[in-house]
């Protein structure tokens, strides 16, 4: 029996810049459906743009119906006012999944990087080549702005934790002998020569 293919839209909130990025998931392979950088206007009026990030996110879940909506938190930076943009951003994106009946699920800046590369301080270029790799996207394709690539991995972020290896059917494990035991088809041995 195959499983069912999940959808799902990772956003990357901005005031100028909101990058998003939706992917396909099925049987555990992942493949990119979109990813684009939503730019808004600077002479625009900030509830403007806010209605723009809103309209966005609500059409591209009218087009393609994903399961699961997640967005990175916002960094905590000094500049108040800043993070107070930046924080309206978020919360439409966030209204505009949840008038859809999505879940929200937020991911910080560290867990998405960590989640990808295994090194929570990694660099936006660095997070770009491994999602390069993890969905065979070739190595030469360039984009405008890694507020894009930031969106595919918070959706590969979400995938992650949606799919930890110790979670099975909602049912904690004790640990990994508790996993072989509940898991002996995916466990593989290597035999030393």
């Known amino acids: 029996m195959q499983t069912p293919s999940k959808i799902i ?3 990357d909130p901005g005031t100028l810049f909101m990058g998003y990025s939706l992917i396909v998931v ?19 009026d900030n509830y403007e743009r806010l209605q723009l990030i809103h309209q966005k996110v609500s059409d591209l879940i009218k087009q393609y119906k994903p399961v699961s ?45 960590q989640s990808i590369t295994g ?8 997070v770009w080549q491994m999602l390069q790799r993890i969905l065979s996207i070739q190595h030469n394709t360039d984009i405008k702005y890694l507020d894009a690539s ?9 995938h992650f934790q949606d799919n930890a290896l110790l979670k099975t059917a909602g049912k904690k494990l004790k640990g990994w002998e508790d996993f072989i035991a509940k898991n002996p088809g995916r466990v593989q041995i290597k035999r030393q020569s």
């Open 119 to 126: 090194n929570g301080n990694a660099d936006k270029e660095q």
């Open 26 to 44: 099925s049987s555990q392979k992942i493949k990119l459906l979109e990813m684009s950088t939503l730019k808004l206007n600077a002479r625009k």
């Open 69 to 113: 909506f997640a967005i990175e938190a916002p960094f905590f930076g000094k500049n108040v006012q800043s993070m107070l943009k930046l924080g309206r951003a978020q919360g439409v994106a966030i209204a505009a999944a949840m008038t859809a009946g999505l879940e929200v699920c937020e991911y910080s800046p560290k867990k998405v990087k």
């Open 9 to 11: 839209l990772g956003i």
């Open 150 to 158: 930031d969106a595919l991995a918070v959706a590969v972020c979400h």
